[in-house]
């Protein structure tokens, strides 16, 4: 079955991928640009909204520190990758070190070489691998590459080509292109260059026809060209993924489905396993899946695993039926061990289970608002009005009757209709009493209690055990214009 996995790729390569079983390998990792990527989008009217309250998508910003220090030193003695790093790669490393320093592109490096050395490891014989890069740190991952899979196993620089508007006041050359290394595990690999040809330039179709031997497509005394087009080169223009885009999403880094489709068409055939250890939005996935490939995605972030799920949902699969998704918490026990090992994406994932929770961005000072749940009124006189209600996920073990109070707070200081109190643990009868004294939000004919709690033990109840409007951002569909009016709406 087709398998989307939530969290750490160098884990989950480590502890549920074989040795030798993947036929394709695409990854786009984060780049090194010391950027924060947000994520605006409405999969309903394909449109950015250009509102301030953004999800944070991930973090592409890296530091050397504590963490840096251990990864690497646990990768130079072989202690965190099954395929024990050589001689070359090791010396590389800590050359490179001596080099950089304790840098942020060192911290970027040591995260980047144990996670390539396993994807060598579970690559096939035939297999390639496909590195997406910036650079900022392509020479640096050019020398990796080099030193995981061999020099001589190098086959490409491809170079993506696009075009964009330039900065106001720009003082250099406008950056619009990103290097793709291509490299194969041997000396045998998949390669079908009549899958992507491109077309011939104006020059060569005004040739076609003419005689002479001083050209390679010449057969028989005159110019012949290929239907198929011409043989793919190293370089490709493909416009990036634009807000009017069919397949734009919103995701900050998303790629356009016909570079994919150009990379898993040249290198593998139907029914091939293709992996996107970064898969982000998923665009791998949905290609792969139109293109009769079998699939495996990992994503650390459960944002990016939800975003994925609804894609293909869309595109009519079921989960569980055509796909699996690993490592999001399937009962209590799990959740609560999310909670222990990842707060925030413990948080994101409890607000995911409430229909139209928005997540906030923030993972600290985010004044008592961890999601937001925004619904059309029933105002006669302001049909463009929106409804607010704020959500607060309490992910610890102790929880008290203050909680409540505080929620009623935020409340009452953001000026919204009613919130939910989802806790880790059970809460107590002291916390619903409180909650019972705040009374009842009227919401057309159905009375909505001002403060509800939920416990994670609730959030896999059928239906869940809460009131919600009728007409939430997540069942309706609205004028955009009109909800642009709310400065701070998110739409899904």
Same mark, same amino acid.
């Given at each position: !079955?087709? *398998?989307?996995?939530?969290?750490?790729?160098?884990? $989950?390569?480590? =502890? *549920?991928?074989?040795?030798?079983?993947?036929?394709?390998?695409?990854?786009?990792?984060?780049?090194?640009?010391? /950027?924060?990527?947000?994520?605006?989008?409405?999969?309903?009217?394909? %449109?950015?909204?250009?509102?301030?309250?953004?999800?944070?998508?991930?973090?592409?910003?890296? /530091?050397?520190?504590?963490? @840096?220090?251990?990864?690497?030193?646990?990768?130079?003695?072989?202690?965190?990758?099954? *395929?024990?790093?050589?001689?070359?790669?090791?010396?590389?490393?800590? #050359?490179? /070190?001596?080099?950089?320093?304790?840098?942020?592109? !060192?911290?970027?490096?040591?995260?980047?070489?144990?996670?390539?050395? %396993?994807?060598?490891?579970? +690559?096939? =014989?035939?297999?390639?691998?496909?590195?997406?890069?910036?650079?900022?740190?392509?020479?640096?991952?050019?020398?990796?590459?080099?030193?995981?899979?061999?020099?001589?196993?190098?086959?490409? *620089?491809?170079?993506?080509?696009?075009?964009?508007?330039?900065?106001?006041?720009?003082?250099? +050359?406008?950056?619009?292109?990103?290097?793709?290394?291509?490299?194969?595990?041997?000396?045998?690999?998949?390669?079908?260059?009549?899958?992507?040809? &491109?077309?011939?330039?104006?020059?060569?179709?005004?040739?076609?026809?003419?005689?002479?031997?001083?050209?390679?497509? #010449?057969?028989?005394?005159?110019?012949?060209?290929?239907?198929?087009?011409?043989?793919?080169?190293?370089?490709?223009?493909?416009?990036? $993924?634009?807000?009017?885009?069919?397949?734009?999403?919103?995701?900050?880094?998303?790629?356009?489905?016909? +570079? +994919?489709?150009?990379?898993?068409?040249?290198?593998?055939?139907?029914?091939?396993?293709?992996?996107?250890?970064?898969?982000?939005?998923?665009?791998?996935?949905? $290609?792969?899946?139109?293109?009769?490939?079998?699939?495996?995605?990992?994503?650390?972030?459960?944002?990016?695993?939800?975003?994925? %799920?609804?894609?293909?949902?869309?595109?009519?699969?079921?989960?569980?039926?055509?796909?699996?998704?690993?490592?999001?918490?399937?009962?209590?026990?799990?959740?609560?061990?999310?909670?222990?090992?990842?707060?925030?994406?413990?948080?994101?994932?409890?607000?995911?289970?409430?229909?139209?929770?928005?997540?906030?961005?923030?993972?600290?000072?985010?004044?008592?608002?961890?999601?937001?749940?925004?619904?059309?009124?029933?105002?006669?006189?302001?049909?463009?009005?929106?409804?607010?209600?704020?959500? @607060?996920?309490?992910?610890?073990?102790?929880?008290?009757?203050?909680?409540?109070?505080?929620?009623?707070? #935020?409340? &009452?200081?953001?000026?919204?209709?009613?919130?939910?109190?989802?806790?880790?643990? %059970?809460?107590?009868?002291?916390?619903?009493?409180?909650?019972?004294?705040?009374?009842?939000?009227?919401?057309?004919?159905?009375?909505?209690?001002?403060? &509800?709690?939920?416990?994670?033990?609730?959030?896999?109840?059928?239906?869940?055990?809460?009131?919600?409007?009728?007409?939430?951002? !997540? #069942?309706?569909?609205?004028? $955009?214009?009109?909800?642009?009016?709310?400065?701070?709406?998110?739409?899904?």
């Amino acid at each position: !079955m087709n *398998e989307l996995y939530f969290g750490d790729n160098l884990n $989950v390569l480590k =502890e *549920e991928i074989p040795d030798n079983s993947i036929d394709l390998i695409y990854l786009d990792p984060p780049f090194q640009s010391g /950027r924060n990527y947000n994520i605006i989008f409405d999969t309903k009217t394909k %449109e950015a909204t250009g509102i301030s309250a953004q999800i944070q998508a991930f973090t592409d910003t890296w /530091r050397w520190g504590e963490e @840096s220090e251990k990864e690497f030193t646990e990768f130079i003695e072989n202690k965190i990758t099954k *395929e024990k790093p050589h001689i070359k790669i090791i010396e590389l490393m800590r #050359t490179m /070190r001596n080099y950089l320093g304790e840098c942020s592109i !060192m911290a970027y490096l040591t995260m980047m070489a144990p996670r390539l050395l %396993e994807l060598k490891r579970v +690559l096939k =014989e035939t297999g390639s691998i496909y590195l997406h890069c910036d650079p900022t740190a392509s020479h640096y991952l050019k020398l990796l590459m080099d030193a995981i899979f061999g020099p001589d196993n190098f086959r490409n *620089e491809i170079i993506w080509c696009y075009s964009r508007p330039s900065a106001p006041n720009q003082k250099q +050359l406008s950056r619009v292109h990103d290097v793709i290394f291509w490299y194969s595990k041997g000396n045998t690999w998949k390669f079908y260059p009549d899958e992507i040809r &491109q077309p011939y330039s104006k020059a060569s179709l005004a040739r076609e026809g003419y005689s002479g031997n001083a050209s390679k497509m #010449t057969k028989g005394g005159k110019v012949e060209l290929k239907k198929e087009g011409k043989f793919p080169e190293d370089w490709i223009y493909i416009p990036p $993924v634009k807000g009017n885009s069919a397949e734009y999403l919103g995701y900050p880094t998303q790629k356009p489905e016909a +570079l +994919l489709e150009r990379i898993i068409k040249a290198s593998s055939n139907e029914g091939d396993l293709v992996l996107d250890p970064f898969c982000g939005c998923g665009t791998t996935i949905a $290609v792969a899946q139109g293109l009769n490939r079998k699939w495996i995605g990992i994503d650390i972030t459960y944002l990016a695993i939800d975003i994925i %799920e609804k894609r293909l949902e869309k595109s009519g699969l079921k989960k569980d039926n055509d796909f699996a998704i690993r490592g999001i918490p399937a009962d209590e026990y799990s959740a609560m061990k999310l909670a222990e090992k990842d707060s925030f994406q413990f948080q994101y994932w409890a607000i995911s289970r409430i229909p139209g929770g928005i997540p906030n961005e923030k993972k600290t000072g985010d004044k008592g608002i961890d999601g937001i749940i925004y619904f059309k009124t029933f105002d006669s006189y302001d049909k463009s009005k929106i409804g607010k209600a704020i959500i @607060s996920v309490k992910g610890g073990k102790n929880i008290n009757p203050a909680m409540v109070r505080d929620l009623i707070g #935020t409340i &009452q200081s953001n000026n919204a209709d009613f919130g939910i109190l989802i806790t880790l643990p %059970e809460p107590t009868q002291n916390m619903k009493a409180e909650a019972i004294k705040q009374g009842y939000f009227q919401y057309g004919t159905m009375q909505i209690p001002k403060v &509800q709690i939920i416990s994670t033990k609730d959030l896999f109840a059928k239906p869940l055990p809460i009131k919600l409007p009728e007409n939430s951002i !997540m #069942t309706a569909y609205y004028d $955009v214009k009109n909800i642009k009016k709310s400065k701070d709406i998110l739409l899904f």
